[in-house]
């Protein structure tokens, strides 16, 4: 993978990934409560728990996180990865429950899956500027679910 930004402020990319797995178990579950398909709405169901589980990961580590950042406590929505995931993978998630632009469950699914690669992007740019051993490990998980909840949603497509 190509690197994107020359740097990343850790405590920084460890509130947008909070809220980009926030902003994707809500939509999972939007989703869900409007299938009357049992085994898509489970399937949904799961992929909401594996977004909360990605949040409250990067939660903790967000706690754990030291530096200038983290004494202040917020992104700075001027920076370019704050724009780029703003962009690219939250927005487009909110639009879709406001603007009626998504009109059929496929749709609905296929914005999920455009939007997990792009966040699968995003965490793998995380990895390249991950400085930890322990810390690489654990977004390794993160990425290795993130990957199978796409295979997961490709697989609700063909039902």
Known sequence: MNQKFKEIDMYEALCLAVSIDEERSEYFENLAEATENKR??????FLRDEERKNAEY?????EN??????????????RLLHQWVEKEIILPFQNAR???SV???????????????????FYNELLLHE?????KEE???VLSREEQ?????NIIMSY
């Not at 898509?40 to 169901?45: A, G, I, P, S």
């Not at 990067?58 to 967000?62: E, N, P, S």
């Not at 400085?131 to 810390?135: F, P």
Request: hydrophobic share 25%; proline share 2%; net charge negative.
């Open 131 to 135: 400085k930890g051993d322990k810390e």
């Open 149 to 153: 909840n796409l295979k997961k949603l």
């Open 103 to 121: 009109s059929s469950s496929l749709e609905a699914l296929r914005l999920g899956a455009d939007l997990q690669r792009k966040t699968i992007e």
């Open 98 to 100: 406001t603007d009626g």
């Open 139 to 141: 977004l390794k998980k």
């Open 58 to 62: 990067f939660a903790q580590r967000l």
């Open 65 to 78: 996180e030291e530096g200038s950042e983290a004494e202040t406590g917020s992104c700075d929505p001027e």
């Open 40 to 45: 898509v709405k489970n399937e949904l169901q």
